[in-house]
């Protein structure tokens, strides 16, 4: 086997290392998510960073190895590996390990934007029950209260 070759199973072995690790990541935020535990989503964030800038470097090595061996894409990756035992199994374990993590990212990303819906409809009505409550100004308009001009969701 060539030096390319096997530099290209180890770096598919690393990479789902690193990606089985931000698994295990997705998995404590789901169960912090479903718990409402939501005081340890901060730190688990700083963690899944750093394994995400981790696996960006390492993603980005065999990508500069694929492209040096002429792999453009995953179906040239997929034809490449097809005759090559050692990186077809990498490979796929690797792309299987991905969609696992996909999967979780996805539920999470969900199970996010439903309970951000859910505080946005309860803030609502809060704030209609609060300005019902206020009466009348002195126009005869309705009273208004301001809960400050941030949306969940924008920066």
């Known amino acids: 086997m060539s030096d390319e070759v096997a530099q290209f199973a ?61 792999l453009k894409s995953v179906a040239d990756v997929r034809a490449w590996v097809s005759d090559k035992a050692e990186p077809r199994s990498a490979w796929v374990q690797l792309e299987d ?16 934007d439903q309970g951000l819906q859910s505080s946005q409809k309860a803030l609502s009505v809060l704030k209609a029950a609060a300005a019902s409550s206020m009466g009348y100004g002195r126009d005869g308009s309705q009273g208004q209260i301001s809960f400050g001009g941030r949306h969940f969701g924008s920066a």
């Open 10 to 70: 180890e770096l598919c072995r690393d990479e789902t290392a690193l990606v089985s690790r931000l698994i295990v990541f997705l998995e404590q935020e789901q169960q912090l998510l479903v718990t409402r535990a939501l005081l340890g989503l901060e730190e688990l964030a700083q963690q899944k960073d750093q394994a995400l800038d981790l696996l960006s470097i390492k993603g980005r090595e065999r990508q500069l190895l694929a492209h040096k061996l002429g």
């Open 97 to 112: 390990t991905l969609q696992k993590a996909l999967v979780l990212n996805q539920f999470n990303g969900r199970y996010i």
